[in-house]
């Protein structure tokens, strides 16, 4: 059976934890309730701490807002690690003076790009006939456009013109609410990229390059190895998965994704393996 | 090399051929120029055709109308195989008395449906509190609901409550003019069933069921046996191996989805390889 | 929760049952203890049944020998369908006079093929510097060959030419204890197919030709429509999806595949919903 | 059209190169002819090289070994950087003191990882009755074990008991000479990874921790950025997806596995674009 361990007596054992931030310390209906708690304690103990999230709908200043808004002040915006931090850096690597980034999401995903220099057109203003300035296309939230029109227009666009194409967000779905989800943005690239036989490059968990880009965060904090970072999350084949590979410890919760009673079952038939299992992060002051 | 051979002295050694409808007899633009007169030579010599579609918008009336409607008034309702009747079937024979079939599609295709006393109701007017009439599920065409919401309302739909689900159309996209294509309602399937981890019954080409339709429908007209009927189709991967598969002699013709330039390296690297090759199938009279 | 019914009130209904046969009728222990009398019960209500099985090991004669020496004389050839049955028509259908197929599998299994007047060279013996005569290729049984030599000799036969490439039975492992497993002729041919990118000929359940070989020869016997016929199976996604598909009645057996533990889980799980679920086949006299 | 440029012309604008060894610098006969020049060129110009393999069967050492058996004595051991060695980090990290981990391959690939004070055990020396000790598994070479038996016991093995499981090599199958492949264990481990239905920790291009490793490799001798790198490779999938996503240049060299007259059809179906594309990375002195 599987022995769930207390999450103090587990990460009072490490220097630095990184958090994934859905089914960890939020859900649906706001923050995990006392969740606030266990920021208190690292922050009485000195263990450091990083959220990491597969989320390109908003920048990590708008990410660290909302948890600021419910009253975790301490989640500030050097604190956050995400998905759409790693598209932003590919296409200032890649992008030529000039041209501009097609998307599929919210102006407000790609208001996050533009902060950096970037130029990005909608798929809804993009013009089929008229390409030579779209040079790399980004899938960045399931909104902002009319799945019926723009998803066949990212199709079409993407059979005339080859392009590096980045999906800034893994996820396959995620929930709405107690019972119901919704198609994310990595389903939507998901069914663009098996139509047209074309392999686009993905940003998130379980991704090693997400976890890299937390741990160079930590390191500019303090020298630490690998080995002495927890990383705390629900769902086995994003966050514990990809800490394992990692090089680091894993601490699955309970409280998201894999409920308590299906946890021994997804241990064993997944083969993923965490270093431990708590019921939440939640520290009980 | 690839060696093309004249439709007519292809088709002159069988008493029956299985046409597929797009790429072979019509495209985008309408009729494929001069069919016509393909089938007054099949006529002529008394050889029995029959039409093999991945269509479930439309009944098996309504698809013989449009070949009337553009002159080809020898393709009968009764010439027409679709996987809208394998559809069909399956709801006649599982649907239990006073239950309905929920559907993904607009009200001509479920009207299809309705016309053999089956009960439909459109995924738009599925209320989710009240499930206990909707029995099965049917993916049926692309168009008449929206995607942002329906989609999504599907997916929590099936995770409400388990059911058979039928996918009445294979076909992942299909053309709708000289460059564009379109995600077709067997391509939204595939997203959903993937992310309901769930597994779904899928009628069309390739698989047997459709084949084994049509070659149930010539033996009313004629006896005959499987190695004694050419199929004839434009796609590898749905005519040509299913005919194979199911014991057909197969003709690949070049006037749709594979094109000329393409055919050979396509049979090398899949490995399925068409009986006959034919630049299309007219015979000019 | 799962509803489990007797064996005895399910069959009764109908006048035809398709049985698989592993899991349902033996195991690797011999036949399921008290099976004997089941088919007593069934000939006394003059119900006929018939064996579905994804077997191109062995011929249907040898096949229905270990069940006559094992007690069950009632099992005779006739009564029994198997994957091999349609390979073999294939190449009788496609094969040239004068040409061979290539095999991997035990003599045994290509001598069923000779039996037909099929030329066969097995893997070991093919030269590779001189295909000429090897004009297609079957993966008939997982022993019989050296996988380290002859899986790599195969994919170098199928990229050397091209063939139309058969798998003759399509499961992926099978039992050979209480607690291990094997990996299967249709796993390695996954394996092959993969690597090759290739588009393989697979037959057995769940796809429906092997269905509409077992539903011709009961026509033979019996006038009767698909869904008068129930298909008894210990696999959701063989027996149980392959016979809704085709308009049978199913009912799943809880003595093989499916643990009585697993059933309602995986039926929800999976979304394919058999008609029936009972402990086992066996209907005590 | 696709424009390729001379290799010189391409690498003298980079402080950095990072190789791919197979199709690059070697083939199954030996090394890229002149391909010494290249790194002669190098050095005059002052610019740093990296060997980045996907090879779990041999250390460092012993792949440096046959570089400098060859005539090219500047591949010192530090300048290699193979899926081997990422694959011993975890196993130091994840491994307790005492445990063994079982392994698929030859005794020279298990020998890299005992050199770092690990314990291995064949899996054909594993009593599959005493597991105590075994706490992980590695899929390290296709060579040193007998494929029917000893692919089976680790099925059986990873399903007697759950462990990590590590692939060090993702590689399907590689070149053994002008025309024919072998399948490589990367394509065994998707066999047993499907068949067992559980998820394998893979080490190896297009990951990005092989990228990573490299790139800190490198920082410990220069102060670099990753666009000022560029990653030189012959495969789409691997190399070049792999050093786009990781921020770098990339140059397709067409003296392995991507043919001339296939490349461009390539980069157009895949979508995946390289920096440049050059002949080789031969640069004749």
């Known amino acids: 059976m599987l022995r769930v361990k207390s999450f103090r007596n587990v990460v009072r054992n490490y220097k630095v934890v990184f958090f994934d931030a859905f089914g960890v310390l939020k859900s649906h209906r706001g923050l995990i309730p006392n969740i606030k708690s266990t920021f208190e304690y690292l922050e009485r103990k000195g263990i450091l701490y990083y959220v990491l999230t597969n989320d390109s709908s908003r920048s990590p200043e708008e990410l660290s807002r909302w948890y600021v808004g419910h009253g975790l002040e301490c989640i500030t915006t050097d604190k956050i690690l995400s998905s759409g931090m790693l ?66 227009k990212t199709i079409n666009l993407l059979r005339k013109k080859n392009m590096n194409v980045v999906v800034a967000n893994t996820d396959k779905n995620y929930p709405i609410n107690k019972n119901d989800i919704s198609v994310a943005i990595g389903g939507l690239a998901d069914l663009v990229e098996k139509i047209l036989g074309k392999k686009f490059i993905r940003f998130g968990k379980p991704d090693a390059q997400m976890f890299a880009l937390a741990y160079e965060r930590a390191l ?39 409920l308590p009673e299906m946890a021994a079952v997804r241990i064993k038939s997944s083969g993923i393996i965490p270093t431990y299992v708590c019921e939440s992060a939640v520290i009980e002051s």
């Open 220 to 258: 500019q904090d303090i020298d630490i190895k690998r080995n002495e970072i927890l990383m705390v999350g629900d769902t086995l084949f994003t966050d514990i998965i990809g800490g394992n590979k990692f090089g680091m410890d894993t601490a699955l919760v309970l409280s998201g994704n894999t």
């Open 87 to 152: 598209a932003m850096e590919f296409f200032q690597t890649k992008l030529h003076d000039g041209n501009a980034v097609g998307y599929l999401g919210t102006r407000a995903s790609a208001h996050y790009l533009e902060t950096a220099g970037l130029k990005t057109v909608s798929i809804c203003d993009i013009d089929l006939d008229n390409l030579d300035h779209i040079e790399s296309f980004a899938f960045l939230d399931d909104e902002g456009f009319d799945w019926n029109v723009d998803i066949n």
